[in-house]
């Protein structure tokens, strides 16, 4: 259930603003930008500015959001190559992984940065055999809304 939110929100939010990337943290951007330049997969870059034209009613928690990036695979050779690299970018910063949940076929990465009781960084990897999807979320993001999405699969 909580792949299915967040495919819905990964859906809208690259509906919004496909652009070229500008992650928080250098090793995605990089990434990011060698995919898309390469049209091996494509990038969406979503500002605090655009969250807030949501409304209201839409935006549960995107107070705490500064920009998303996100960065999906356009060939099963570019799924493998984009698991792979996030994979040694959550290892080599040292994030800490908040989830692995695991459905059909799709197992789905949650990590994350953490300072003074809120998220300032997310990686979320939704990994399948011929796509990946990563999304990159920037902010101040309190950690009880963080559990709250992980255990309840709605933005509270």
Known sequence: QNLLYMKRFILLVMMLLPMSA???IPEVQK??????DANKASSAYISKHMLR???DENAAGMEYVDNVVILTSNSKSAAKAINKRTQ???????LENLATLKKNNATTYVYT???ND??????????E???SVLVNISGSIPQEF???FLNTGKLQ
Request: charged fraction near 25%.
């Open 118 to 127: 809120r998220v300032t960084e997310a990686l979320i990897l939704i990994a």
């Open 31 to 36: 990434l990011a930008e060698s995919f898309t």
């Open 146 to 148: 963080v559990a709250s």
């Open 129 to 131: 055999k011929k796509k």
């Open 22 to 24: 500008m992650a928080s």
């Open 53 to 55: 034209m949501l409304g």
């Open 88 to 94: 040694r970018i959550a290892k080599k910063r040292a």
């Open 113 to 115: 940065i953490s300072a």
